[in-house]
């Protein structure tokens, strides 16, 4: 068959490198993958892979599954029933990478000492669960005045965990 048809295509040069490098292994060219992977489509009759959406009720969040129920479970461990936990910033940004994990705790306790020992406990089980990873806590007591900025970074943009 005649090679006539041109796809021109723009992606991320790290994803290029990375790919040719393992194409390489594999004896293939860019060109000759393409090929391969279009062939598959007509074979198929679709992609030659799933490609599902997400069930409803998954956060778009960017931590995986296994760290999200250790955060929820050390959490419910060590704060009350009716306490919210929130995670905001980059995390819940999809289209950022890396970052620290930034955390809001809204708690009904009253003593700030007991709230603070019991997010130090929640901290050092999430370490023994989640290895070490830059986690940043807000820690809010009902009486605790607000902080303006905070609190609306937190509203705006915060997923509810628990």
Not at 67 to 80: E, H, N, P, Y
Not at 82 to 97: M, Q, T
Not at 114 to 123: G, P, S, T, V
Not at 126 to 135: A, N, Y
Request: hydrophobic share 40%; charged share 30%; aromatic share 6%.
């Amino acid at each position: 068959m005649n090679k006539d048809a041109l796809i021109h295509t723009r992606i991320e040069h790290l994803l290029k490198i990375e790919a040719e490098k393992i194409l390489a292994q594999l004896g293939l060219t860019s060109a000759e993958a393409i090929r391969l992977f279009y062939k598959q489509i007509c074979l198929k009759n679709g992609l030659p892979f799933d490609c599902i959406l997400p069930k409803k009720n998954h956060l778009a969040v960017r931590l995986p599954d296994h760290v999200l129920s250790s955060i929820v479970q050390s959490f419910a461990k060590w704060f009350l029933k009716n306490d919210e936990l929130i995670l905001f910033g980059s995390r819940v940004n999809l289209s950022k990478s890396g970052g620290d994990i930034d955390l809001c705790i809204k708690t009904d306790l009253t003593d700030y000492k007991e709230a603070d020992e019991r997010k130090i406990l929640f901290l050092c089980d999430l370490k023994k669960t989640i290895g070490d990873q830059k986690i940043d806590i807000v820690l809010r007591l009902k009486v605790t005045p607000l902080n303006e900025h905070i609190d609306r970074i937190i509203s705006q943009e915060g997923v509810k965990l628990a």
